[in-house]
C-alpha cells in the first residue's frame, strides 16, 4: 500500500496539506457517513504514518540491508565495526569492497561530525560528515577495504548514512520540520511561541491570533545546510492547538460570556 496514493499527496506536499488531505477523505469515507470501510481503514493507516515526522521519515527512507552489531555505541566512536568482515562482502574483485550502515543523530547532520572506525586493513579511519548531509547518503572511503591478497588493490569502505530524528522532528530535504503545542486559548489571542532548535538555539515564533490546528509558521533560514551548495532551508512550525485544563470560575465564566456574544452575533448574520 502506498501512503501517498492513499492520500492523494506526494513527497513534496507540506505536513499541512497532508492533513488537509487526510481530514477530506476521512470525511468523505467514514462508515457513518455512508462511505467504505475498507477505504477509511486505509485513509487512518495512511495518516497514522505521514502524520508523524519519525513515522513518516522511516517511511521514506526505509534502512538498506541493515548490518547487525553496531554495538550501541556512539557516533563518532563505534570501535572496529568490521568485525564480521566476511559476510558484508561484494566477492566480484579479488580484494572486495565492504558496506556498512552508520546512524547520526539529526544534530550531527546539522552541524556536521567526524567519524572514526578501525577499517577493515587494519587503520584507524576518521571520517569528516559534512554539515547537512541527507539520509541514504552513501560515502566511499577509498582503499581501506579488505585485503585477501597483495597482487590486487585493497577493496574499499562504504558507508550508508542513516538519520535518527527526536521525537516531533522531521525533515524534506533542507527544510526542517517540528511540531508545537499551542494553548487554544493563545491560539485565538495569538501569542509567542519559544522553539528549542536542533542548534541548541531557542528562537522565538511569533503565532498570530486565529491560526488553525495543523496551520504552520516558517521561519526562514532556520533549516539544513545544503551539503553542496551554500544555502539553507527553512524551519516549519506545526501548529498542534490543546485544550488547557481550565478550574478558574472566573476565567470559565469570561469564556461563557465570549461563547454567548459569539453565538448571538451569529443569530444576527
Request: charged content about 25%.
Amino acid at each position: 500500500m502506498n501512503h501517498y496514493e492513499t492520500l492523494g499527496v506526494n513527497h513534496t506536499t507540506l505536513p499541512p496539506e497532508i492533513k488537509q488531505a487526510y481530514k477530506r477523505l476521512a470525511s468523505k469515507h467514514h462508515p457513518d457517513k455512508g462511505g467504505d470501510p475498507e477505504q477509511f481503514k486505509k485513509v487512518q493507516e495512511a495518516w497514522d504514518v505521514l502524520g508523524n515526522p519519525q513515522k513518516k521519515h522511516e517511511y521514506d527512507n526505509p534502512p538498506v540491508n541493515p548490518f547487525q552489531n553496531m554495538g550501541g555505541g556512539q557516533p563518532g566512536n563505534f570501535g572496529d565495526i568490521f568485525g564480521d568482515i566476511f559476510g558484508n562482502q561484494t566477492r566480484r574483485k579479488p580484494n572486495p569492497d565492504t558496506s556498512h550502515n552508520v546512524q547520526l543523530t539529526i544534530e550531527d547532520a546539522y552541524n556536521g561530525t567526524q567519524f572514526a572506525f578501525k577499517a577493515p586493513n587494519g587503520d584507524e579511519v576518521s571520517v569528516t560528515i559534512p554539515a547537512g548531509i541527507r539520509d541514504g547518503t552513501r560515502l566511499k572511503i577509498k582503499g581501506k577495504g579488505v585485503v585477501l591478497t597483495d597482487q590486487y588493490p585493497p577493496g574499499d569502505v562504504y558507508l550508508t548514512i542513516h538519520l535518527k530524528f527526536p521525537t516531533d522532528w522531521g525533515r524534506q530535504n533542507d527544510d526542517l520540520y517540528v511540531k508545537i503545542e499551542v494553548d487554544a486559548i493563545d491560539a485565538i489571542t495569538g501569542c509567542e511561541h519559544t522553539i528549542n532548535h536542533i542548534n541548541g538555539k531557542k528562537y522565538k515564533a511569533k503565532v498570530p491570533a486565529g491560526i488553525q490546528d495543523g496551520e504552520h509558521i516558517k521561519l526562514k533560514g532556520l533549516g539544513m545546510i545544503h551539503p553542496v551548495e551554500s544555502k539553507i532551508g527553512s524551519l516549519y512550525a506545526i501548529i498542534q492547538i490543546v485544550i488547557p485544563s481550565i478550574k478558574s470560575q472566573e476565567i470559565l465564566n469570561l469564556l461563557n460570556i465570549i461563547k454567548e456574544k459569539r453565538r448571538g452575533n451569529n443569530i444576527g448574520k
